[in-house]
């Protein structure tokens, strides 16, 4: 017979913040986690050299972020790639990255580089930077997105609104070629659209499995193409297709 211990819930306290807190408190982990907010699995190769690490201290700083669940490591033949372990990471990384005060430029390639990245990137999966607000604000202003800006203008923080599908949103995102039906039919504990906070704008971009296809078909057609890191150029190619689809895009 079992015990009265066996059949009571596990006892839980409170949740353990400060735990996260430490394991991205570190400025190295903080710059791994930076280095992987692309969505994209890398090697330790390139994370130590992102860094600024022996390859020893990344491995080190590697297991332990593994072990905190915010990366994930999967085994390809001799070679180990490390990615983040899911939106929810990727979600976490954006939000202290949008309170998080920016670094003084020091050089010329830093300020290249940091330009860059507020043009145009990826956030995770999906685009970010003036280009990723400009489509979000335009598929709003063609009726294919429906939602409030509540930063609009502001450098202030605050939360985002209810963003939904807008009354042209099938005509906009087959233009962009984007599957709609399969995004809204497939079932998934992940949001199908939201709105994330940019860091560089202040304003919101468009997120979700919407985001994440968008920014797939933009980089798929080659309308976006990319640079180092997680900085995204927008092409020739882009800077006329994406005007005919999106007529009240501001584009860089």
């Known amino acids: 017979m079992a015990s009265a211990h066996t059949c009571e819930p596990a006892r839980r306290g409170d949740v353990d913040i400060g735990s996260i807190a430490r394991l991205i408190g570190d400025p190295r982990r903080a710059e791994i986690l930076l280095a992987l907010a692309d969505g994209r699995a890398r090697p330790a190769s390139e ?3 992102a860094a600024g690490l022996s390859r020893s201290a990344t491995t080190s700083h590697l297991n332990q972020l593994a072990d905190g669940g915010l990366i994930r490591v999967e085994q ?6 490390h990615s983040l372990a899911g ?9 202290l990255a949008a309170l998080a005060p920016t670094r003084s430029i020091t050089s010329l390639s830093a300020s290249t580089a ?15 930077g003036r280009l990723g607000v400009a489509l979000t604000d335009a598929l709003r202003d063609n009726g294919a997105v429906v939602f409030e800006d509540p930063l609009a ?21 087959s233009a962009l070629e984007v599957d709609l039906i399969g995004i809204t039919l497939t079932p998934t504990r ?16 468009l997120a ?10 933009c980089l798929q057609h080659q309308w976006l193409v990319r640079r180092t890191g997680r900085a995204l150029y927008l092409t020739d190619t ?3 297709h994406l005007p005919t689809v999106l007529p009240r895009l501001r584009i860089l």
Not at 76 to 81: A, K, L, V
Not at 153 to 173: D, I, M, T
Request: charged letters at 25%; a positive charge; proline letters at 4%.
């Open 47 to 49: 994370l130590a050299a």
């Open 76 to 81: 390809e033949g001799r070679f180990r790639f």
């Open 87 to 95: 939106p929810d990471v990727a979600n976490m990384v954006e939000a």
């Open 114 to 128: 940091a330009a860059a990245l507020r043009e145009a990137r990826t956030c995770y999966d999906h685009l970010a």
């Open 153 to 173: 203008g502001s450098a202030a923080g605050g939360s985002s609104g209810a963003v939904r599908l807008g009354p042209n949103a099938e005509h906009v995102f």
């Open 190 to 205: 992940r949001p199908q659209i939201r709105l994330c906070l940019d860091w560089s704008e202040r304003r919101f971009h």
């Open 208 to 217: 979700g499995a919407l985001g994440a296809a968008i920014a797939d078909a």
């Open 238 to 240: 882009g800077r006329r």
